[in-house]
């Protein structure tokens, strides 16, 4: 196999290969491995390289395929996704035996000693996992810029972010390197590097894919994955969400719901910024495209305003994630079994884990309720609607660099930490997260309803840069996201759009 060949298939088309015996799992990983090392010195995605590993697995199924043994299911070298090479964020999503950091010095030599769940299936359904990719620390930004590892960049544009906090997932998979990438997503870090990026980002509902034991402040992250196509997103949830015994593609699993035909859909259009100030000349004309396109292909499209106080949205988010910055810093000895230090943090995440200490758990109660609420009120929306389509982002990929707190910000947060005083420690929450949602406000609000959300790879800008458009479902609603995704999929195709830092090669 060639490369151009490699870049030519999805996930689903190279398992086909592997299983047909046209490729296999050791000549797509050398691929895979060849192509990160021809890329990443430019992206910055990926992180931690485990190829020794990754080659023993692919050579031992091949040999498994070839000796025609039979194998249960659950043996990887039977998996739906057998021998295609997989990317995991190095956030949240542990390993046995590989280093997870997290974008963090102080997790950086923490190795743990069992597999995630999410990584359990991964591995189930044949994915041969060679590589972690970058994150922001601790997922706390939507940019992937951590002082540990240094910037990742938008393959679209280096100078450009490829979002955050699965900004590595979304780099590698925009630039060939892998043809889906698992992410996590809790404020908008599956949907905000797949609008960076041009990719696809299903954010799953709440509960959906087993996680690890949740955060006192609430679950609101969910792993799934970034892609290039709608039918390997499809496919994974069904391996992930424990569809994996039913044949691929049955109706009632997410692969045969993108298989379906759309039926004409009620949906409501949002052009409010959520909990950002305003939206970008080119996130308006990326939402007006969906909208028409949407119409063209027999949706009925109804303009509304989600009726929701932004501000206590805002409140209520910000109180649950400085808390679990609180558990991620604070509490860190409770994983690594060391004392954590102010030096082994990024200033902006220490001055969070403050704020979660002083003010999030006294305000913990009163952000539940109202996550309540939230989830109440689009619940009821989406009885009157089947989708909601709103912003992923209020505008297109910002420049590496541009959110990164100034030098009096820096010394307003160490100052903060040093001295924590109540009306400086709200002060320093609003300004630093004023700036964030400027940019990045309009996908936390499914985080907290829990509900489905996906972003979709329908328009870039004059500048060549992809801004995508979200919609959401009712809650376990995700059948009706992918035989939509699928139809916009297929009236307006974005698998051969690629970025220009890297032609395929054969």
């Given amino acids: 196999m060639v490369q151009s060949d490699y870049l030519a298939h999805d996930a689903i088309g190279l398992a086909e290969l592997v299983r047909t015996r046209e490729a296999s799992a050791r000549e797509l990983l050398d691929i895979a491995i060849s192509r ?30 070839a000796n025609g043994a039979n194998h249960a299911d659950s043996d990887r070298a039977q998996g739906a996704l057998a021998g295609v090479p997989f ?24 190795i743990p000693t069992e597999d995630a769940p ?4 991964a591995k189930a359904a044949g994915l041969n996992i060679f590589a972690k990719t970058s994150t922001s620390e601790l997922g706390q930004m939507p940019y992937t810029e951590p002082e540990l590892f240094g910037a990742c960049r938008n393959p679209w544009n280096l100078d450009h972010t490829p979002g955050g906090s699965s900004g590595g997932a979304a780099a590698a998979v925009a630039a060939g390197i892998v043809p889906l990438a698992h992410a996590s997503d809790g404020g908008g870090s599956i949907r905000i590097p797949a609008s960076c990026c041009g990719l696809f980002g299903l954010k799953p509902s709440r509960g959906r894919v087993p996680r690890v034991t949740p955060s ?3 679950e609101l992250g969910v792993d799934h994955a970034v892609s290039r196509s709608v039918r390997d997103s499809a496919l994974l949830l069904d391996l992930l969400a424990g569809n994996a015994d039913r044949p691929s593609g049955a109706p009632g699993t997410f692969l045969g719901a993108s298989r379906e035909p759309c039926k004409p859909l009620n949906i409501a259009y949002v052009t409010e910024p959520m909990l950002a100030p305003s939206l970008s000349a080119d996130a308006r004309a990326a939402l007006e495209d969906a909208a028409q396109l949407a119409r063209s ?51 902006s995440t220490w001055a969070m884990a403050h704020v979660g200490r002083k003010l999030g758990e006294r305000g913990l109660p009163a952000a539940l309720e109202e996550q309540r609420r939230i989830t109440e009120r689009l619940t009821d929306l989406l009885h009157r609607y089947d989708v909601i389509l709103c912003a992923t982002l209020a505008a297109a990929p910002i420049k590496i660099g541009e959110m990164q707190p100034t030098s009096a910000e820096r010394m307003q947060m160490r100052a903060v930490t040093a001295m924590p005083l109540e009306p400086l420690m709200k002060k320093l929450l609003m300004e630093a997260s004023n700036k964030a949602f400027a940019w ?12 489905p959300a996906m972003s979709v790879p329908l328009y870039w800008n004059a500048r060549g840069l992809p801004v995508g458009v979200q919609f959401a479902a009712r809650d376990g609603g995700e059948a009706t996201l992918f035989r939509l995704a699928a139809q916009l999929e297929a009236a307006r195709p974005w698998f051969d759009k690629r970025p220009p830092l890297m032609p395929a090669r054969s």
Wanted: charged residues 25%; proline residues 3%.
């Fill in 36 to 65: 990160t090392e021809a890329v990443n010195p430019a992206i910055n995605a990926i992180v931690l390289k485990d190829y020794d590993a990754a080659r023993e697995r692919a050579s031992r199924d091949d040999a498994k395929r």
């Fill in 87 to 110: 990317l995991i964020k190095d956030l949240g999503a542990p390993v046995a035996g590989l280093r997870m950091s997290m974008g963090s010095r102080h997790y950086r030599h923490f």
């Fill in 118 to 121: 999410v990584v359990a299936l």
């Fill in 216 to 218: 006192a402040a609430g």
């Fill in 297 to 347: 292909l027999g949706h009925n499209i109804e303009p509304v305003s989600l009726g929701i106080d932004f501000a206590a949205v805002r409140h209520a988010f910000l109180t649950l994630w400085s808390v679990t910055a609180e558990e991620l810093v604070l509490n860190a000895d409770r994983i690594t079994g060391r004392k954590p230090l102010r030096e082994e943090f990024e200033i």
């Fill in 440 to 451: 990045a406000g309009c996908t936390e609000l499914f985080n907290l309803s829990g509900q």
